[in-house]
Structures are given as structure tokens and as C-alpha cells.
């Protein structure tokens, strides 16, 4: 079984920054993933990394802002998100892949963590 724990969400004024947090447990993975999901709205791609090699595919509308990065000692990845804006508002949830292919569907991830909330203010 695949636990995953994400932290580091909270209250931001618009232009700041924060750092997300999954960590993961149970049996290795190939491949994480960042989501987020803002009321009303459907759950939307943000980010996908592999955990051997690195490699990484961001959505269009987060490209240059955010970085999502991995520690394969922690077995932790991270979501580092610059010049936030009030678009960004969303649950953000953490999600592990069995196959290392980057691809940017939901579907395509096994498992979920519960998300944490980030909200930008204006």
C-alpha cells in the first residue's frame, strides 16, 4: 500500500511563494505528480516528475513559476511555486504513478494523497 502525506499549503498574497511537500511511503513508484483542484472546477494537471532519472513535464500555465523537484533519500517530492497568483487558488494534491511515462492525466496515477489548500490573495 502507497501512502501519500502532503504539507506546506497556506495563505498567500499574490506575488509570494510556497513550497509544497509529498512524502510517500509503501512500495516504490516511478513517477509523481502535482494536481490541483479549485471549487467548482474539474481537477487540473500541474506538474509530473520521475523519480529515477528526474525528468519533468509542466502544465503550460505554471511553466516558469513552479519547479517540482524530488529527494530520493526522503522519498519526498516538492512543489516550489513563485509568483503566485489568485488563479493558483486550489486544493493541490499529491499523486504517485506505477509507470514512469509523463503524461499529464489523472488517470494515468495510482494514487492520491488528500491535498492541501493553497489560497492567493489579491
Known amino acids: 500500500q502507497v501512502q501519500l502525506v502532503e504539507s506546506g499549503g497556506g495563505l498567500v498574497q499574490a506575488g509570494g511563494s510556497l513550497r509544497l511537500s509529498c512524502a510517500a511511503s509503501g512500495r516504490t513508484l516511478s513517477r509523481m505528480g502535482w494536481f490541483r483542484q479549485a471549487p467548482g472546477k474539474e481537477r487540473e494537471f500541474v506538474a509530473t516528475i520521475t523519480w529515477s532519472g528526474g525528468g519533468t513535464y509542466y502544465a503550460e500555465s505554471v511553466k516558469g513559476r513552479f519547479t517540482i523537484s524530488r529527494d530520493l533519500a526522503k522519498n519526498t517530492v516538492f512543489l516550489q511555486m513563485n509568483s503566485l497568483i489568485p488563479e493558483d487558488t486550489a486544493v493541490y494534491l499529491c499523486?504517485?504513478?506505477?509507470?514512469?511515462?509523463?503524461?499529464?492525466?489523472?488517470?494515468?496515477?495510482?494514487?492520491w494523497g488528500n491535498g492541501t489548500l493553497v489560497t492567493v490573495s489579491s
Open positions: 499523486a504517485g504513478a506505477k509507470s514512469g511515462v509523463l503524461t499529464r492525466n489523472a488517470y494515468d496515477m495510482d494514487y
